[in-house]
């Protein structure tokens, strides 16, 4: 089974690009042609998609190359920056007092959404209560409990699981909680599109009044993504989309087609089974990950026209996660972070990262750069690369020979600690050692056999 048509064909038009001799009208003619047969294939709408390659022809013949850019570069940033476009349309899911209704098939995690949702919004200070209008599955009011008293939502449902009318506890589930701020109903699902379902959601929908109507949807659903977002739309008028699984192998290809087919905006994305593990939606993140850029490898090809000759970006972002961590590899980074945000840009397309990008105060770090900088010439190669050894004397001797107080030296070392402590919880971080040992896989056999490691003890 094809489980992610979209990205594969998407990619193989880029390796279409990327093995021409000569970048010509010829070619681009056929880069269209294949963008439209693989959009079409999966369910985007037409008129999209005539849209989105008359975009790619008009602006790979007319617009002149970035300076520094070859051709088939340009033609390839052109294919995906229209993709972007084509899935930016609409603002994230707004913080504040709302009704929400999750709709989907079976096991797309409705559910597990919901009680996500739950707690981003209690997070940020509203009062959430969740409605289990889900008369179909067995236990689904148990599940919803259970997630609710996890994150201190308040759960309406039927816990004798006796009651068919999802309606009836919709309705009254809305009753019980007016006076919260947000109200998520969770509904049932079906194996496939069933009349009944259709009918059922519409009747919660015309009774509740919701004001988001959000298509959960895993992102291993395919070419039968835009059939299925058609359906609900056409029941309850998607606003928004929320794809799941996001953490596993499959790229998403589908939400590509639900987005095109709804006109709805993807608001979040689910990266996992916990609570936590729900990532406000980036485009750019979604469209590189789809084309397979998001690989380390792209990602250094994208990071490399902009930093020095001499900054080795694939070993700076081996050894951020390797565990090992220098002076001198705090002195690459700022060097990196001198020329520009690179070293955020690549925390944050990393998957998982964007958190942790956040807490490195990229600012300070630049404008401490110059001082730093002027220190650390004044080092041995064995100090950077061991700064432990960095005490008494040596504090001296490498102040005086920066013509610096010793108190900023030792200002260097402290940071320099702070940063390594940050670097070791980011090698820390399984999933995201994990990922990364993966997409360096091709090229590190360390990185192989650690992958092999992790993965054999986690069973
Ligand atoms: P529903 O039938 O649509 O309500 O789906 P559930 O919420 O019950 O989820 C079905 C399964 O998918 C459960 O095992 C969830 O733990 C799992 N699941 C949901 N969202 C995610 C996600 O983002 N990542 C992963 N790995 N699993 C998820
Ligand atoms: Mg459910």
């Known amino acids: 089974m094809v489980m992610d048509?979209?990205?594969?064909?998407?990619?193989?038009?880029?390796?279409?690009?990327?093995?021409?001799?000569?970048?010509?009208?010829?070619?681009?003619?056929?880069?269209?042609?294949?963008?439209?047969?693989?959009?079409?294939?999966?369910?985007?709408?037409?008129?999209?998609?005539?849209?989105?390659?008359?975009n790619v022809r008009e602006r790979a013949l007319n617009e002149k190359p970035a300076a520094g850019r070859s051709a088939k570069e340009h033609v390839t940033r052109i294919i995906y920056e229209e993709l972007v476009a084509l899935l930016k349309n609409g603002e994230p899911l707004e913080v504040k007092p709302q009704t929400i209704l999750l709709v989907g098939l079976y096991g797309q995690g409705k559910t597990t959404t919901a009680g996500k949702l739950a707690n981003y919004f209690i997070k940020k200070g509203l009062s959430v209560g969740l409605i289990g209008a889900d008369v179909y599955r067995p236990a689904a009011y148990d599940q919803l409990k259970q997630l609710g008293d996890k994150v201190g939502a308040e759960v309406f449902g039927d816990p004798t699981h006796q009651e068919k009318d999802a309606v009836k506890i919709a309705r009254e589930g809305m009753?019980?909680?007016?006076?919260?701020?947000?109200?998520?109903?969770?509904?049932?699902?079906?194996?496939?599109?069933?009349?009944?379902?259709?009918?059922?959601?519409?009747?919660?929908?015309?009774?509740?009044?919701?004001?988001?109507?959000?298509?959960?949807?895993?992102?291993?659903?395919?070419?039968?993504?835009?059939?299925?977002?058609?359906?609900?739309?056409?029941?309850?008028?998607?606003?928004?989309?929320?794809?799941?699984?996001?953490?596993?192998?499959?790229?998403?290809?589908?939400?590509?087609?639900?987005?095109?087919?709804?006109?709805?905006?993807?608001?979040?994305?689910?990266?996992?089974?916990?609570?936590?593990?729900?990532?406000?939606?980036?485009?750019?993140?979604?469209?590189?990950?789809?084309?397979?850029?998001?690989?380390l490898a792209g990602l250094v090809e994208m990071a490399k026209d902009s930093f020095d000759e001499d900054v080795?970006?694939?070993?700076?972002?081996?050894?951020?996660?390797?565990?090992?961590?220098?002076?001198?590899?705090?002195?690459?980074?700022?060097?990196?972070?001198?020329?520009?945000?690179?070293?955020q840009k690549i925390m944050g397309l990393l998957p998982g990262m964007s958190k942790m990008s956040d807490k490195i105060d990229y600012e300070a770090t630049q404008s401490r750069l110059s001082r730093y900088r002027i220190i650390m010439d004044s080092m041995t190669a064995r100090e950077k690369d061991e700064p432990s050894i960095i005490k008494g004397n040596r504090i001296d001797r490498i102040a005086v020979g920066a013509g610096v107080p010793a108190s900023e030296v030792r200002d260097l070392l402290k940071q320099y600690n702070n940063s390594k402590k940050t670097m070791s919880a980011v090698s820390k971080d399984r999933k995201m050692r994990r990922q990364l040992a993966k997409q360096m896989g091709g090229m590190d056999p360390d990185a192989l056999k650690e992958l092999k490691d992790i993965e054999g003890g986690e069973k």
Do not use: W
Request: with cysteine; aromatic share 4%; glycine share 10%.
């Open 5 to 54: 048509g979209l990205g594969k064909s998407l990619r193989g038009v880029l390796d279409r690009i990327k093995g021409s001799s000569t970048v010509d009208e010829d070619l681009i003619k056929e880069v269209c042609k294949e963008l439209q047969r693989a959009l079409l294939q999966a369910d985007v709408n037409v008129q999209l998609v005539l849209r989105l390659t008359g």
């Open 175 to 295: 009753e019980r909680f007016r006076d919260k701020k947000v109200r998520i109903i969770d509904s049932s699902g079906r194996h496939a599109l069933e009349d009944d379902l259709i009918k059922e959601i519409t009747d919660i929908a015309d009774a509740t009044d919701p004001d988001e109507r959000i298509l959960v949807l895993d992102s291993q659903v395919g070419q039968q993504a835009g059939p299925q977002a058609d359906a609900f739309n056409k029941a309850v008028g998607v606003t928004g989309v929320i794809v799941t699984k996001m953490d596993g192998t499959s790229r998403g290809g589908g939400a590509l087609s639900a987005v095109a087919t709804t006109k709805a905006r993807i608001v979040f994305i689910g990266t996992g089974e916990h609570i936590r593990d729900l990532e406000p939606f980036d485009a750019d993140r979604f469209i590189s990950r789809l084309l397979g850029m998001g690989d």
């Open 312 to 343: 080795d970006v694939e070993e700076m972002a081996r050894r951020m996660t390797s565990g090992k961590y220098t002076l001198s590899d705090m002195y690459t980074q700022m060097k990196a972070l001198g020329k520009m945000g690179t070293l």
